[in-house]
Structures are given as structure tokens and as C-alpha cells.
Nanobody, 122 residues
Framework: QVQLVESGGGLVQAGGSLRLSCAAS????????MGWFRHAPGKEREFVAA????????YYADSVKCRFTISRDNAKNMVYLQMHNLRPEDTAVYYC???????????????WGKGTLVTVSS
């Protein structure tokens, strides 16, 4: 069982930066691939970024490449999403999720957090 709690969301101006954190419970955290997803009002939930079990492999949605960085610290059971050059279209609730399968979709994840709201003003 893995419980995930996101933090770090808030209001930021366009062009600004935020770092989201995801704290995971459980001693098996390092055996899970982790992902960030987001859900904006009126839009479908979308994938943002993923990282494999050891911090060796990552990939990103095209919309956030070169602006967002996913990382993890297995010793601290933490996953991070560093976001730079934020745009109004990045406004969404951001969710952390865990899966035994690297690179799966939202429905394929095993555990999900409750989300943290990021609002980017223009």
C-alpha cells in the first residue's frame, strides 16, 4: 500500500516557477515508477511527466518539455516536479501517482494522490 500526498501548489504569475512535492508512505516506494498528471477545468486529465524506479529514466509531455523536470529521492520517499516558465495553460490540479509499470496511463497507475492546485495568472 502506498499513500501519496502532494504539496507545493499555489498562485504564480506567468513566467514564474513552482516546485511540487509528493510524499509517499510505505517501504516499497523505490519499487514504483512515479508520474505526474494534471486536470484543468473543462479539459481531460493529461499526463505530464514520469520517472522510473531508480532516477535514471524520465519522459515528458511535449507541452512541458524543457520547462518541467521530474525527480525523485528514494531515501526520502519523495517525488518532485520542478516547473519553470509557467503559462496560464498550465493551470490545473496536479496529481502524483505510482505504478509498478513505468510509463502507463492514469488508469494504469496503482495509487493516486488527491492533488494540488496550480494557478498561473497572465
Amino acid at each position: 500500500q502506498v499513500q501519496l500526498v502532494e504539496s507545493g501548489g499555489g498562485l504564480v504569475q506567468a513566467g514564474g516557477s513552482l516546485r511540487l512535492s509528493c510524499a509517499a508512505s510505505g517501504r516499497t516506494f523505490s519499487t514504483y515508477a512515479m508520474g505526474w498528471f494534471r486536470h484543468a477545468p473543462g479539459k481531460e486529465r493529461e499526463f505530464v511527466a514520469a520517472i522510473s524506479w531508480s532516477p535514471g529514466s524520465t519522459y515528458y509531455a511535449d507541452s512541458v518539455k524543457c520547462r518541467f523536470t521530474i525527480s525523485r529521492d528514494n531515501a526520502k520517499n519523495m517525488v518532485y516536479l520542478q516547473m519553470h516558465n509557467l503559462r496560464p495553460e498550465d493551470t490545473a490540479v496536479y496529481y502524483c501517482a505510482a505504478s509498478k509499470v513505468y510509463g502507463t496511463t492514469w488508469d494504469g497507475m496503482d495509487y493516486w494522490g488527491k492533488g494540488t492546485l496550480v494557478t498561473v495568472s497572465s
